[in-house]
């Protein structure tokens, strides 16, 4: 599951994560949600992301690749830095992030 626009949601509208979702009684191998801090934090050239799996063959795939292609150690302190500081998030960068999205399609609003 693509989450990389997690945050950029429309005014009245709650994000609801594939995690959110999961029955915790299964083992859920089969679902494997990718995060990205290129939209929601506007750091496309940072290249940092995240993976989230419980299959094990997955994640061993991930990590050898990682080995070779990690983001630099500036950028992911950087995005650490970011993501540490609710406060900002929730105050300042995300109800900046939602104003400047475009109207929904049809003029349709959530319910929350």
Same mark, same amino acid.
């Given at each position: 599951?693509?989450?990389?626009?997690?945050?950029?949601?429309?005014?009245?509208?709650?994000?609801? !994560? $594939?995690?959110?979702?999961?029955? =915790?009684?299964?083992?859920?191998?089969?679902?494997? *949600?990718?995060?990205?801090? /290129?939209? +929601?934090?506007?750091?496309?050239?940072?290249?940092?992301?995240?993976?989230?799996?419980?299959?094990?063959?997955?994640?061993?795939?991930? !990590? $050898?690749?990682?080995?070779?292609? =990690?983001?630099?150690?500036?950028?992911?302190?950087? *995005?650490?830095?970011?993501? /540490?500081? +609710?406060?900002?998030?929730?105050?300042?960068?995300?109800?900046?992030?939602?104003?400047?999205?475009?109207?929904?399609?049809?003029?349709?609003?959530?319910?929350?």
């Amino acid at each position: 599951v693509d989450e990389v626009f997690a945050l950029s949601v429309f005014p009245g509208v709650d994000f609801c !994560s $594939a995690l959110d979702v999961l029955d =915790a009684s299964q083992s859920n191998d089969h679902v494997h *949600v990718v995060y990205s801090a /290129a939209k +929601d934090l506007a750091l496309s050239g940072y290249r940092v992301g995240a993976i989230l799996t419980r299959n094990s063959a997955i994640f061993d795939c991930v !990590s $050898a690749v990682g080995a070779f292609c =990690a983001a630099s150690t500036p950028a992911q302190a950087l *995005v650490a830095q970011l993501c /540490a500081d +609710d406060a900002w998030l929730e105050d300042v960068w995300i109800p900046a992030l939602r104003e400047r999205l475009p109207p929904p399609p049809g003029g349709a609003q959530g319910s929350s």
